[in-house]
């Protein structure tokens, strides 16, 4: 997969730093893994020249959508509480700080100052043994530690690289290797409560090791054998993602699709507020091999994005219908950019247009004063800080160029 280095011209949203500082923020910028499906780590933002296919955006279109991403910043930035976050949970929290960080926000002292008590706020829930998530609820450890930590990497500040490398190991220990290497559960990570490993909990895992994945390379790695560990993990949660995925050659209808679990693993029921689609699940699916290292030539990602050209539509939630649509859709954006960065052309599965799909929808859908309301409960989406940074990462993403 192409991977980019980031230089010394990456933005802070924070003061001064020391001559100690700094050389630990060039190490660290030097070898963040970059993939521009997520965090426009560079600096480059929405506003960057548009190429490949964002720059097949007509201009009104673009303008309309950075109208858009100035609306909902000012939302967002009313609805910070007074400890720095939003809506008082550090995954919430560190979705909205990534997507102001990323717009027109992030260019702003009030931006770059809300932005900054956001990520107090999310490194103060820190745990000792690493994870990061609401103290009050206890829930989805793998999953509020995942995303929680992504906006601490995009701010890049060198405060918080501890936390980034006791986070990156929280994860790794999480990873199930109990069980034998042929067992369906194998390389995958579980949501906890004894409940077995899934892909919808496994993919935000894995995103997270590939965009820490220089702390455990020179000059940052803490022992010898870090890197070997790393890509034993990467090739674990490679062959737990395959398990995911329907490889029977000859049914159009299901090749390449993916589950949430092993089609060799005891069936689950799935967990409610959170349907997940086919679409869905094959998308987050194909990101995570790419992520997981697998090359986009790679016989399961050709099956895999053959299905979504088939099978994704943009106007719904796949056969979820609008239940958890802007999850989805950011989803999408992601595993479509990821590919792009990984120089998988899309003109021959008729994807090239995805940009423009997703920004005409987005911007059918807002409301108000730069919301997207959610009527249902599915995914937390029917709270609005949520609904929007979704909404944002994602016309944030149809908005950069595949390079940043």
Known sequence: MTRRRQGDGARHPVGGESAAEGQVRRAVGQGLAVVATLLALAGGGASGAPQSSAAALPLTLRLEAQ?????????LLERQLANGSWANHPVITSLVALALSNG???ERADGQAAVGRGLNFIAGQALPEGGIWNRETQQYP????????LALI?????GDLATLRRGRN???????????????????????NTRPPDLTESQWAIELLYLTDFLDRPPLATDADAAGRADAAYRRAAHFIARCQNSTAGDEATTGRFADRPADGAPEPPTPGTPRSAAFLTAVGLKSLLYARVPADDPRCRAALSWLAANAPVQQNGDCGEAGYYTYLYSLGKCLRALETAGAGLDAAGLSQWPERLVRELLRRQSGPGTWRQAGTDWWENRPELAAAYAMLTLELALRSPGG
């Open 67 to 75: 109208a858009s991403l100035g609306m909902a910043s000012r939302f």
């Open 104 to 106: 027109p926000a992030g």
């Open 142 to 149: 793998i999953y509020s530690t995942a995303i929680s930590l």
């Open 154 to 158: 995009r701010a890049n500040r060198p």
């Open 170 to 192: 929280y994860l790794l220990r999480a990873q199930c290797m109990t069980e034998a290497p042929d067992h369906p559960w194998h390389g995958g990570f579980s949501a906890g």
